[in-house]
């Protein structure tokens, strides 16, 4: 059985970090691309950034360039996102998902979410 698991969103001010995490299980995660959606109140799901499986190779959204770190780390099947500078327009509720290279997966791909509010 598939599963993604994230943790580590919380409330930060303006200008903080957060780290997730995204534990998966159920499938080779070293073999498969891995990102990170998520959905503001109100608005549909937006894609953040994509990590490669094969050579490595990451990509960001332009919101998000310059202060987010995708990584992945294949012997404990987890999924980082290092999340600086934090703004208000970054809040909403986090999904880990397989695949979705540059765009945003089909549901059934994504984890449950872990939310991130940034607010002075």
């Known amino acids: 059985q598939v599963q993604l698991v994230e943790s580590g969103g919380g409330m930060v001010h303006p200008g903080g970090s957060l780290r997730l995490s995204c534990a998966a299980s159920g499938f080779t995660f070293s073999t498969i691309d891995m990102s990170w959606v998520r959905q503001a109140p109100g608005k549909g799901p937006e894609w953040v950034s994509s990590s490669n499986w094969n050579d490595g190779s990451t990509i960001y959204a332009n919101s998000v360039k310059g202060r987010f770190t995708i990584s992945r780390d294949n012997a404990k099947n987890t999924l980082y996102l290092q999340m600086n500078n934090l703004k208000p327009e970054d809040t909403g509720l986090y999904y880990c998902?397989?695949?979705?290279?540059?765009?945003?997966?089909?549901?059934?791909?994504w984890g449950q979410g872990t939310q991130v509010t940034v607010s002075s």
């Open positions: 998902t397989r695949m979705g290279w540059g765009f945003v997966p089909h549901r059934d791909f």
